[in-house]
């Protein structure tokens, strides 16, 4: 009877995983010969690490990466060019620690965006907050939260994320309004939090993609500094 209210105490304070453990432990003769501390030990770890599981998993629903990728996965033969230890170093995330920026640039087909959600997802294994967008339902989602006006709000859950993925950053020429909505989403980040972006076009050529040369030196600015390039 004590064991079950314990298994019960456990429950009731949202220690499911130590729960089940005791309950492992307790039909199982293996655990018989061991410690009371260290049969603790064993159910604080599990409790922990089905915590960091689940937090994991919150994270990587929340991202919605479009690509189920990692890191370990990415294929250097096929991909030519890319710098396996760059990626390995990136991989390891001290670049968002220090919320610097990245920057993933190539033809359609050359496995930008498999590369970017590769990197975030790191990053979430890592503890960090993400997000995918894609730059044209970024600037959508920035309109009609404008019409209804919702627009701080969502700029300011975006402002939260530790790593903000935009892909396919000006596959399109960018709308004065687009660039002024753009340089405030950088800006709330700048400092703060990182950002990925990929883009066909040259880092070279997107300032001219971006119409308005004033807003376009602002946006670069915060975006180049400290930036890692692929």
Not at 3 to 23: D, F, H, P, R, Y
Request: glycine fraction near 6%; charge should be neutral.
């Amino acid at each position: 009877m004590l064991n079950n209210q314990t298994v019960e105490g456990l429950q009731s304070l949202k220690l499911s995983a130590m729960a089940s453990g005791l309950i492992s432990q307790r039909q199982s003769a293996q655990y018989q010969t061991l410690g009371f501390e260290e049969r603790l030990g064993m159910l604080v770890d599990q409790e922990i690490t089905a915590r960091e599981n689940r937090r994991l998993e919150r994270l990587l629903r929340y991202a919605k990466l479009r690509h189920d990728a990692v890191v370990e996965d990415i294929d250097f033969h096929h991909h030519r060019g890319l710098d396996r230890s760059q990626i390995l170093s990136l991989a390891q995330a001290s670049w968002i620690h220090h919320h610097h920026n990245l920057s993933v640039v190539g033809p359609t087909g050359s496995g930008k965006t498999y590369i970017a959600c590769a990197l975030a997802r790191a990053g979430i294994r890592k503890g960090y907050s993400a997000l995918y967008l894609r730059a044209p339902r970024m600037f959508e989602a920035l309109e009609l939260s404008r019409l209804d006006g919702r627009l701080a709000s969502l700029m300011a859950s975006w402002a939260r994320i530790e790593i903000l993925v935009i892909d396919d950053f000006l596959i399109r020429p960018l709308s004065p309004d687009q660039a002024g909505d753009l340089l405030e989403v950088i800006e709330d980040r700048a400092g703060l939090h990182s950002t990925i972006i990929t883009s066909q076009l040259p880092i070279s050529s997107w300032h001219e993609a971006m119409g308005d040369p004033t807003l376009g030196d602002a946006i670069l600015d915060r975006i180049t500094q400290n930036l890692h390039r692929i």
